[in-house]
């Protein structure tokens, strides 16, 4: 499953936000996302307006959805949940809120949803635990695999394999490494979904901007991965006929 999170890339304007989804929508990626933060996150003055008013998400998922697309938020808002949990398809709970069991129980508890947690710079004492706490929704939370780091040495691919043996959940991989390429190497370890941050091509500085991928290179970037995943095959050998056409 790929998804692309448009985050808060929309800058707070709802037409760059519904461009974002019309250009996605070209793609092959799998799902769209957007963040929404907690209410005092909005009331920092350099963050107000990165917020979009409650009914373009509705609109929005109706437009993801009727291309056969799926349509997820990340959410730190637990007031918004009843309203969310009418048309979205998932959810994913931000790293930061993986340690504050109140938010995550009351996430849990009210969503019969599938829910992707972040585990971002967590120990795996601290997802143990986490993973403790949901155990009565178990089948319906999967794990994300993120390093919060541009640096290609800090990526840390074999924790995805780490991640599924330790907790047997499905892990996934979110890319916050400046080197796109980083994508294509983490299908060697089948991640469930892979998440890639998206933006457009203003020349400004994105709330999410250098992990981001620019939506003209989305197109080339969401066909490769679904066409290389093919390469992975099994994991044994079986004969077959030489494909390889003689070329004197």
Not at 36 to 50: T, V
Not at 146 to 170: C, H, K, M, R
Not at 201 to 226: A, C, M, N, Q, R
């Amino acid at each position: 499953m790929l998804i692309a999170e448009i985050g808060l890339n929309h800058l707070g304007d709802e037409h760059y936000a519904f461009y974002y989804i019309k250009e996605l929508l070209k793609t092959k990626v799998d799902a769209i996302t957007f963040q929404i933060r907690e209410p005092s996150f909005y009331e920092r003055p350099e963050k107000k307006h990165l917020r979009l008013e409650k009914d373009f998400y509705m609109k929005a998922a109706l437009l993801v959805k009727s291309s056969g697309k799926s349509f997820g938020v990340a959410l730190s808002d637990l007031s918004m949940v009843d309203y969310f949990d009418q048309f979205v398809d998932f959810y994913k709970i931000l790293s930061k809120d993986l340690g504050q069991p109140e938010f995550v129980d009351g996430l849990i508890n009210k969503t019969d949803k599938k829910i992707f947690q972040s585990t971002g710079m967590s120990s795996m004492e601290q997802i143990s635990n986490f993973i403790d706490s949901v155990s009565n929704k178990i089948t319906n939370v999967s794990l994300i695999h993120t390093q919060l780091s541009y640096a290609v040495e800090d990526v840390n691919l074999n924790a995805i394999w780490g991640l599924q043996e330790t907790f047997d959940v499905p892990v996934s991989f979110g890319n916050h490494c400046e080197n796109s390429k980083v994508l294509y190497l983490s299908l060697a370890f089948k991640p469930s979904a892979i998440f890639v941050y998206v933006k457009g091509e203003k020349d400004i500085k994105y709330p999410d901007d250098k992990h981001s991928v620019k939506l003209s290179e989305t197109l080339e970037l969401f066909d490769g991965l679904k066409v290389l995943r093919g390469a992975l095959g099994k994991n044994s050998k079986e004969q077959m006929n030489n494909k390889i056409k003689d070329q004197t």
